[in-house]
C-alpha cells in the first residue's frame, strides 16, 4: 500500500500514473494482481525522478518492457512498475547502417524502421512481440539470430543514476542472458548495428519468418512464448511432448497442443495455475527424462503461497 503523501510525490512531469493498475492489462499471458503503481515514464529526467523518490522513501520498483516474458503474482507488484513510453518510443538512424532504439520501442518497430531504410540483420527479431530493452535484458532470439549479433551500444541507468554506456563484449550476452539480467540497470537505448540490403529480400525474410512462427505458435492464445531454456542437448517442447504432457492442463493453464514449449491462458489461468503446471512439467520431466527443465520466463511480484 502506498502512502497518500508518496502517491502525491509520484505527480512528475511526464509521468503517467495508474493506481491499482490490474497487471493482466500489460503482460501477453494476461495474467497478473494489481500493481500499486503503474507508470508509463516518457523521458529521462521523469525517469530519474521517480527512481530517486521511490529510492528516497524506500518504496521498490520493477521495470517492465512490453510485458510478454512475464509472469506476474496474483497477489500483485508492491510498489511502482514502470515501463518506458514517450522519447523512449523512438528509433532513428545514426549512421548509413546503424539505428538507435529506445528501449521502449518494440522490436516490431524497430524491425520496420530498419526495413524501411533498407538494412538487414534484424529479419530474425520480426514476431517476438516484445521491447527492444526487453530484448537487450533477455538476448532474444529465434531463428538463427539474436539480439547479441546486432547490439553494439546500449546506454543505462546504473543505481547511481548515471547514464552510462557498454559495447560489444561488455554485454556479457549468452543464451537467454546479458549483463543486464544480473544488474538493477535500467536499460534507456541501444544502437543495432545493421547492414545495406535490398528492401523486397528483408521483406522476403521477415514474411517467411512469421509465417513459420504463425504455423508453429499458439499466436491466437495468450502466452508468455518459450517456458522453458532449451536444455543443453535437448529441445524442451520436445522433451514435453515426449513425457506426455502436451494438452496437460491445471486450472486454466495448459501446455499448448500446438507447441509443447508453451503455455496457454485458456481464458480464466492465474498465476497460481502456471506456477503449479511449471512444477508438473518439471517433476515429471526430471523423472522420465533425467533433465532439469529452468525457466525462461520471470515471475514478478509478490510470492505466492507453495
Ligand atoms: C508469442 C510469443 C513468442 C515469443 N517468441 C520469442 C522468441 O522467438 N525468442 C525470444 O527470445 N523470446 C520470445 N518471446 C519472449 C519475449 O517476447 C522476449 O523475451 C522479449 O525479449 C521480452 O521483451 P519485453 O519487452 O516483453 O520484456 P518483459 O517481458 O516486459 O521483461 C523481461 C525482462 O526484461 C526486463 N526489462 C525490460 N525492459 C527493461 C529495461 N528498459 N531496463 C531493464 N530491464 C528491463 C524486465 O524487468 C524483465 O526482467 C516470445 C513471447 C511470446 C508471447
Not at 96 to 102: K, M, S
Not at 138 to 160: F, P, Q
Not at 162 to 171: A, D, F, L, R, V
Request: hydrophobic share 40%.
Amino acid at each position: 500500500m502506498l502512502s497518500n503523501e508518496f502517491k502525491e510525490k509520484l505527480n512528475i512531469e511526464n509521468v503517467k500514473l495508474y493506481f491499482d493498475e490490474p497487471m493482466s492489462l500489460h503482460t501477453s499471458f494476461r495474467i497478473g494482481g494489481n500493481a500499486d503503481c503503474f507508470c508509463e515514464v516518457m523521458n529521462i529526467d521523469a525517469l530519474r525522478k521517480i527512481i530517486s523518490l521511490c529510492k528516497e522513501e524506500g518504496v521498490p520498483f520493477q521495470m517492465i518492457g512490453l510485458g510478454s516474458n512475464l509472469l506476474v503474482s496474483d497477489e500483485g507488484v508492491e510498489g511502482v512498475v514502470i515501463k518506458l513510453d514517450g522519447d523512449f518510443d523512438e528509433v532513428t538512424l545514426v549512421s548509413d547502417a546503424t539505428i538507435r532504439c529506445g528501449a521502449g520501442a518494440s522490436l516490431a518497430k524497430a524491425c520496420l524502421f530498419a526495413k524501411n531504410n533498407g538494412l538487414g540483420g534484424a529479419e530474425f527479431a520480426w514476431g517476438i512481440p516484445g521491447s527492444v530493452g526487453g530484448a537487450v535484458y533477455m538476448n532474444a532470439g529465434a531463428y538463427g539470430g539474436e539480439i547479441k549479433d546486432i547490439a553494439v551500444v546500449t546506454r543505462y541507468l546504473d543505481e547511481e543514476g548515471s547514464i552510462c554506456e557498454i559495447k560489444g563484449e561488455e554485454h556479457c550476452f549468452s543464451y537467454r542472458h546479458s549483463v543486464f539480467s544480473d544488474k538493477n540497470w535500467i536499460i534507456l537505448e541501444v544502437d543495432l548495428a545493421l547492414f545495406p540490403k535490398n528492401k523486397n529480400d528483408i521483406f522476403y525474410l521477415m514474411t517467411d519468418t512469421m509465417e513459420k512462427r504463425k504455423a508453429k505458435q499458439p499466436l491466437n492464445k495468450p502466452s508468455a512464448g518459450s517456458v522453458f531454456k532449451r536444455p543443453e542437448g535437448y529441445y524442451a517442447a520436445a522433451l514435453i511432448e515426449e513425457c506426455g504432457l502436451k494438452g496437460t492442463s491445471v486450472g486454466g493453464a495448459q501446455v499448448s497442443e500446438k507447441h509443447s514449449g508453451f503455455i496457454i491462458n485458456k481464458g480464466e489461468a492465474s498465476a497460481r495455475d502456471v506456477l503449479d503446471l511449471i512444477k508438473h512439467i518439471k517433476k515429471v520431466v526430471k523423472e522420465k527424462a533425467g533433465v532439469d527443465l529452468q525457466c525462461e520466463i520471470k515471475f514478478i511480484g509478490k510470492k505466492q503461497q507453495d
